[in-house]
């Protein structure tokens, strides 16, 4: 029998298995037996929720628990050897090539300490149709046309035809519901002339496959980043993954799922960002931005929660029309403030209110505001 010194994750002896053209569940009671005796227990433990198939009482052979991401082995360090590294890190972050993923709206990045650091997990929320996956494509915009940075985006509930046709009309400012009917005009098509090689160059990667398991979702997304080293990885959106309605089970699927994603963006160095609703049964409750308490357990493990808020969604005749507030409700190492932004939604995008916008294209130098005078998307269109 081959003997480890080491016991391998599920995940690692899957691989080993594979290649032996064996079969892993005949490894399962063997493995099982060895993680008990290495954990001073006998008993078998309950499996988390994480990856559990609806109707399923147990998880998949693919959704096994340890096929998810394994914190770092805890090692005991003095603090004299900590100050160094610290130091070093501070170095290394100075440096222009330290790779942080700006958001693409000025003051918000100024907060966040000039933009997203590799390793955190942060969280977009909101209610319904306010805004959410376009804030969340924002970003890689932002990343990819703006700073040439790989990007990942696992899309749950729109296709890969709905991202690109968003990203297009974000580009190039031809409005959304143009693009949608091709009733484009002789100055829509030279706009799209224009961007054209700007967008066919962007290091996006979209994946739209539909409500894949947790452990699914892990797996693709080590080996883009392997393959393609990717810079950031948005999830669009976490209740595609769910598998429980009932309150208590959800919450402790969410908390599940929120360590599972820190711990990926520790293991891989790059940021996660996952959009998330509010918790079930609270959409109805307010009209206003949603509280912590209602995120379900999502924001447990965030380093940073954007909370996604529109004023004239809930009246029309608001002062504020056309402004969007991102509320940085939770920020683990930083401030927590609220950041106004123009909302062009017809254009599948937000803007900067007050700086010169960087979405805009070399040709279009005229300063964002938000008395843009299109018309908004019809109702009923899914943000």
């Known amino acids: 029998m081959l003997r480890c010194t080491k016991l391998p994750t599920w995940g690692q002896l899957e691989l ?24 001073g227990s006998t008993e078998p433990k309950e499996p988390p929720l994480v990856g559990i198939r609806p109707g399923s009482s147990k998880p998949d052979a693919e959704d096994s628990i340890d096929s998810r991401p394994q914190p770092p082995e805890q090692t005991t360090e003095s603090i004299s050897d900590l100050f160094v590294e610290f130091l070093d890190n501070l170095e290394k972050v100075s440096t222009p090539s330290f790779t942080r993923v ?10 966040l300490g000039a933009g997203i650091s590799p390793g955190q997990f942060v969280v977009i929320t909101g209610r319904p149709a306010i805004g959410k996956s376009t804030f969340a494509l924002d970003i890689c915009r932002s990343a990819t046309t703006r700073r040439g940075l790989p990007a990942l985006l696992m899309s749950f509930r729109l296709t890969k035809t709905e991202v690109l046709r968003r990203f297009v009309s974000a580009e190039t400012r031809i409005a959304l519901h143009v693009l949608r009917a091709a009733m484009l005009s002789d100055e829509d098509w030279d706009k799209l002339a224009r961007g054209l090689q700007e967008i066919g ?183």
């Open 16 to 39: 080993v298995v594979e290649q032996l053209n064996g079969n892993i569940e005949d490894f399962r009671p063997l493995w099982i037996a060895a993680r008990n005796e290495q954990q």
């Open 102 to 111: 700006p958001t693409g709206f000025t003051d918000l990045d100024i907060l």
């Open 201 to 383: 160059e962007a290091p996006l990667f979209i994946n739209d496959g539909y409500a894949p398991s947790i452990a699914t979702v892990t797996r693709e997304v080590r080996r883009v980043v392997a393959d393609y080293d990717v810079k950031l990885v948005v999830i669009d959106s976490i209740q595609q993954l769910m598998s429980h309605q009932e309150d208590d089970l959800r919450r402790r699927e969410l908390r599940e799922m929120s360590r599972a994603f820190k711990l990926l963006a520790l293991e891989l160095h790059v940021p996660i960002v996952a959009v998330s609703g509010v918790g079930h049964g609270v959409d109805d409750r307010a009209s206003g931005p949603p509280e912590l308490d209602e995120l379900g357990g999502i924001d447990e493990e965030a380093d940073v929660v954007i909370a996604v808020h529109r004023p004239d969604y809930y009246d029309l005749m608001s002062p504020r029309a056309g402004e969007v507030d991102l509320i940085v409700c939770k920020h683990r190492e930083g401030p927590t403030d609220t950041i106004t932004v123009a909302g062009q939604l017809h254009l599948s995008r937000f803007v900067d209110l007050a700086w010169p916008s960087p979405h805009l294209g070399p040709d279009e130098s005229d300063q964002e505001t938000h008395s843009d005078s299109e018309p908004e998307p019809e109702a009923g269109m899914p943000f």
